[in-house]
């Protein structure tokens, strides 16, 4: 499975971007999820997609209130809506996945995920 995320790139704070992660099979059911990296940060989960419920799940209402995830209708690409972008903000946004049920957004609950995206960036200036 191979994971493409586009969509990043620099943004006055206030901004909004929407990026994509587009995968290379999508049969069966999976969970699709978004995390972030900043330089000299720990990596944090965002928000997780079950694609078989459609059910989302968000990092903390904080991120909830501002980001938001989706699939299209052929649940081959996912979208993370992001509004009202801050500087800390700024990172490398991560696609991920893993077969069945979402694991938790932690940094212990990304090594659950399986297949990892190549990134793409996000600067909030």
């Known amino acids: 499975v191979q994971l493409v995320e586009s969509g990043g790139g620099s943004v006055q704070a206030g901004g909004s971007l929407r990026l994509s992660c587009e995968r290379s099979?999508?049969?069966?059911?999976?969970?699709v999820a978004w995390f972030r990296q900043a330089p000299g940060k720990e990596r944090e989960g965002i928000a997780a997609?079950?694609?078989?419920?459609?059910?989302?799940?968000y990092s903390d209402d904080s991120t909830k209130a501002r980001f938001t995830i989706s699939h299209d209708r052929a649940e081959s690409t996912i979208f993370l809506q992001m509004n009202n972008l801050q500087p800390e903000d700024t990172a490398m946004y991560y696609c991920?996945?893993?077969?069945?049920?979402?694991?938790?957004?932690?940094?212990?609950?990304?090594?659950?995920?399986?297949?990892w995206g190549q990134g793409t960036q996000v600067t909030v200036s």
């Open positions: 991920a996945a893993k077969v069945s049920l979402c694991s938790p957004l932690t940094p212990s609950g990304s090594r659950q995920y399986n297949y």
């Open positions: 099979y999508s049969a069966g059911f999976w969970c």
């Open positions: 997609l079950y694609t078989q419920s459609g059910d989302t799940y």
